[in-house]
């Protein structure tokens, strides 16, 4: 079975500090890789996605991601955080699936706050 | 255009109401998906159209019933509901085929149940 496991569901950092959202997968098969972000009352937007074609990925607002097979981790980072970051986000594996459709599982979340 | 639009914004119903939730993409995307989401949770499936037809349902009480009338369309018919179904509705659209693809979420729609 596929899942996604996200370690801290509230990180805070201050302005300009690093940012980094942990996430570790299990996976029987290569694993498709996201994160997301959700800002407050709205839906959720990709900021980047892993799809076996590198293993560092780079995403949008500064954000990166890099895959690490041996610790099964896909960790998001960003090198200088910024006040309009504080949001949700979402790491999501992409399931096998019979139709013409992704199956999702997304981690439980992690709130970033970034401190003035 | 890379937009997924979800009306009404918000809704409040009684539980005797019928109310629908509708969503529409105009990106080419053979597949539509319906979440729910509660405060602090992940989005959790509900429902998924694959070319019009529904592939899968999450085993929802049939008081959500959605609906596909067409490739840009998903709608989320509404009746009878509990108090425990308030929460944030999203539809999202993908392209079909590769799991590779990611999924273009629609603002969601606030729901209350009173």
């Known amino acids: 079975a596929q899942s996604v496991t996200q370690l801290g569901s509230h990180v805070s950092v201050s302005e300009g500090a690093l940012v980094l959202l942990r996430c570790n997968y299990s996976?029987?098969?290569?694993?498709?890789l996201f994160w997301y972000v959700q800002y407050p009352n709205q839906g959720l937007q990709l900021l980047l996605k892993?799809?076996?074609?590198?293993?560092l990925v780079k995403g949008i607002n500064g954000f990166e991601a890099e895959f690490k097979k041996s610790e099964t981790s896909f960790h998001l980072t960003k090198p200088s955080a910024h006040m309009s970051d504080a949001a949700e986000y979402f790491c999501?594996?992409?399931?096998?699936?019979?139709?013409?459709?992704?199956?999702?599982?997304f981690g439980t979340g992690t709130k970033l706050q970034v401190i003035p | 255009d890379t937009e997924v639009t979800q009306t009404p914004k918000h809704l409040v119903m009684g539980m005797t109401n019928k109310k629908s939730l509708k969503c529409e993409q105009h990106?080419?995307?053979?597949?539509m998906y319906w979440y729910k989401q509660k405060a602090k949770k992940p989005p959790e499936l509900m429902f998924v159209?694959?070319?019009?037809?529904?592939?899968i349902n999450e085993s929802v009480p049939s008081r959500f019933s959605p609906e596909c009338p067409n490739s840009s369309l998903l709608n989320l018919h509404l009746h009878a509901l509990q108090p425990e179904d308030s929460a944030l509705y999203l539809c999202a659209s993908s392209q079909e085929g590769k799991r590779s693809y990611e999924q273009y979420f629609g603002p969601g729609t606030r729901l209350t149940v009173t």
């Open positions: 892993y799809t076996s074609a590198a293993t």
């Open positions: 996976s029987s098969v290569p694993p498709y």
């Open positions: 990106m080419g995307h053979r597949a």
């Open positions: 159209y694959s070319y019009e037809k529904l592939s």
């Open positions: 999501a594996v992409s399931l096998p699936g019979r139709g013409g459709y992704q199956k999702v599982t």
